[in-house]
């Protein structure tokens, strides 16, 4: 099945700093989301984008589905940006419509 | 505009006993899922419904059983709960293969 890849596996900044996380993927995909889980564990979406660059606020998104990879950009980081980064993908060939997980960036934003 | 809402938030079971998680969306949505995250990994998928009185199995579906006979509810059960069975449980729901999945904000499960 297809293999999603993310890195860094943690990461700390200082507030303001920016950051950028990347999701490889092993195959075509028909479905690309990024999620941020809150401390309280909350799944908050961020963006569908399965090819292209979108934006909202401080963050912003790249999807180049042909070279099977998507970055996230967070810039002038705050501590609410805390949480754990995770990059999903649909199998464009599955036979189930499931969101596949990669492991996830840890990120802790210190003031 | 309530999105996905699961209920119960949290629970706690002793070994053997059931128990059932509600998912309601409000968005009209054809397909609902029901995910389970682990410690320290991402979410998989249990089972899955593709519309109104269906559904299928998908990654990890054993111990577990599911009932889809509204739209915009689908259930979760598990007849004998096992310890191996702790987990936060999520559900979502899209319109099409191709959208966005949208998640509720989980049930923590806890079996003793």
């Known amino acids: 099945g297809i293999q999603v890849e993310q890195s860094p596996p943690d990461l700390i900044l200082q507030e303001g700093a920016n950051s950028t996380l990347r999701c490889n993927f092993s195959d075509s995909v028909n479905n690309l989301q990024w999620f941020h889980q809150n401390p309280w564990g909350q799944l908050i979406n961020l963006f569908y984008?399965?090819?292209g660059t979108k934006q909202n606020g401080r963050l912003s998104a790249t999807t180049v589905a042909t070279e099977r990879y998507s970055l996230l950009y967070i810039s002038s980081s705050q501590t609410t940006d805390s949480g754990v980064y995770f990059c999903?993908?649909?199998?464009?060939?599955?036979?189930?419509?499931?969101?596949?997980f990669g492991t996830g960036t840890l990120l802790a934003v210190q003031p | 505009n309530a999105g996905v809402t699961q209920t119960p938030k949290f629970r706690v079971l002793k070994t053997g006993q059931s128990m059932t998680l509600l998912c309601a969306q409000d968005?009209?949505?054809?397909?609902m899922y029901w995910y389970r995250q682990d410690p320290g990994m991402g979410l998989r998928l249990i089972h899955y419904?593709?519309?109104?009185?269906?559904?299928a199995k998908g990654e990890v579906p054993d111990g577990y059983n599911v009932s889809r006979l509204k739209k915009q509810n689908f259930l979760l059960g598990l007849e004998s709960a096992a310890p191996s069975q702790t987990s936060v449980y999520f559900c979502?729901?899209?319109?099409?293969?191709?959208?966005?999945?949208?998640f509720g904000d989980g049930t923590r499960l806890s079996i003793l």
């Open positions: 968005m009209n949505h054809e397909y």
């Open positions: 419904s593709v519309g109104e009185g269906t559904t």
């Open positions: 979502a729901s899209n319109s099409a293969i191709n959208q966005p999945q949208h």
């Open positions: 999903a993908v649909v199998d464009y060939g599955g036979a189930t419509n499931k969101l596949i």
């Open positions: 984008i399965p090819s």
